[in-house]
Structures are given as C-alpha cells and as structure tokens.
T-cell receptor, first 116, second 109 residues
Framework: GAVVSQHPSRVICKSGTSVKIECRSL??????MFWYRQFPKQSLMLMAT?????????EQGVEKDKFLINHASLTLSTLTVTSAHPEDSSFYIC????????????FGQGTRLTVV | GQNIDQPTEMTATEGAIVQINCTYQ??????LFWYQQHAGEAPTFLSYNVLDGLEEKGRFSSFLSRSKGYSYLLLKELQMKDSASYLCAVKDSNYQLIWGAGTKLIIKP
C-alpha cells in the first residue's frame, strides 16, 4: 500500500512556542490530505482538509489562525500549532488519499505533542 | 446529522470469535471502512465494503447491509495481539470519512 510519513513522532515544547508537523506521501501524489487530532480513549476528530495549492477547509470549532495548514505540493502538507498551550497536547494524525473517490485513507504514524 | 454507532468496549477470549457491530446514518454513502488502532499508534486499514455482503480476508471478515445502515467486523481465532480499538468509518456523499468512536477489544487468555 501507499506510504505516508509523518514527522516528528513525538515532540515536547514549551507553552507559547510553535510546533510544525510534516506529512509526506512517499510513493504517490496526494491531492487531499486530512489532519486529525485524537484525545486519549476518543476517536479521531477531523480538524481540517487540505488540498494542494488552495486554502485548507477547517472543521467547525477549529481555529484556523492557531492551526496553520500548508499543502504546498502534492506530496507535502504541514500543520503548525502556533502559540501552543497545554490543552493542545494531543495525538495528531495526518492521512492522505488518492483522488476524490479513492478507497482507503493512508495514515501517517501520528505525532504525540506534549506542551509543558 | 451524521452518526456512527459502535459499542464502546468488548471482551473476548483468546481463540474465540467476536463480532463488532457498526450502524450508521450519513448523508450519502461511498463505502464503509474498518480500521484497527493500537494505543498510541495511527489506524491501520482492515477492510472496505461498498456493496452488500461479506468480504473475507484471512481471520477478519466484514459485512455490509446498506439498506439497514449496518456493518460488522468478524474476528476469528482471536490472538492476544488483536487487543486494540476497532474503528468503523463511512465515506459520505462528499467522500469525507465520518468516524465512529471506536470499539476497544480486550482479549483475555
């Protein structure tokens, strides 16, 4: 299957700093990438959908100025958590799909963010 | 609104069979997925159903009834490594994945 690489896998940062998470499709071109966050013992919560070359579409309740998404190429999307606070500590996962009608979503390994 | 329901937690015995149910109400349907997720890891793809019926893949099978808005994941010959959360997800009319809350499966020796 297709491979999506997410980096870093773990990051600890100080409150008030910004953290960038990268999501790369290694062997295919991802027209659409998705960013999720997951709190312990809860399901995936979609934060935003990013399409290459256009602005991301954010889900209701997700602050676009806090969670900056850039999908600069067909193989790379980045999520930047700006001015991070302890409540932003979570598991962030990206996924990518091939085209609109593609079947499975391919997931990155996830990033465990801890803000201290 | 869109809704996917699955049991929160199930317990089964090693070597046995377990069925995890999923019911959905979505705006449109473009396929149903089952994913396995171990704690602290990303989900991994298990199965995809878009037509009614049973799809078998080794020890895992998935069933779909579109008229009933119902699916199940059947796990046979359970192994300890099958202890994980199982997520049901449906692609709606916009091809967006709608996720269930997941079923935590506990396997006991």
């Amino acid at each position: 299957g297709a491979v999506v690489s997410q980096h870093p896998s773990r990051v600890i940062c100080k409150s008030g700093t910004s953290v960038k998470i990268e999501c790369r499709s290694l062997d295919f071109q991802a027209t659409t990438m998705f960013w999720y966050r997951q709190f312990p013992k809860q399901s995936l919560m979609l934060m935003a959908t990013s399409n290459e070359g256009s602005k991301a579409t954010y889900e209701q309740g997700v602050e676009k100025d806090k969670f900056l998404i850039n999908h600069a190429s067909l193989t790379l999307s980045t999520l930047t958590v700006t001015s991070a606070h302890p409540e932003d500590s979570s598991f962030y996962i990206c996924s990518a799909q091939i085209g609109d009608g593609g079947t499975e979503a391919f997931f990155g390994q996830g990033t465990r963010l801890t803000v201290v | 609104g869109q809704n996917i329901d699955q049991p929160t937690e199930m317990t089964a015995t090693e070597g046995a069979i377990v069925q995890i149910n999923c019911t959905y109400q979505t705006s449109g349907f473009n396929g149903l997925f089952w994913y396995q997720q171990h704690a602290g890891e990303a989900p991994t793809f298990l199965s995809y159903n878009v037509l009614d019926g049973l799809e078998e893949k080794g020890r895992f099978s998935s069933f779909l009834s579109r008229s009933k808005g119902y699916s199940y994941l059947l796990l046979k010959e359970l192994q300890m490594k099958d202890s994980a959360s199982y997520l049901c997800a449906v692609k709606d009319s916009n091809y967006q994945l709608i996720w269930g809350a997941g079923t935590k499966l506990i396997i006991k020796p």
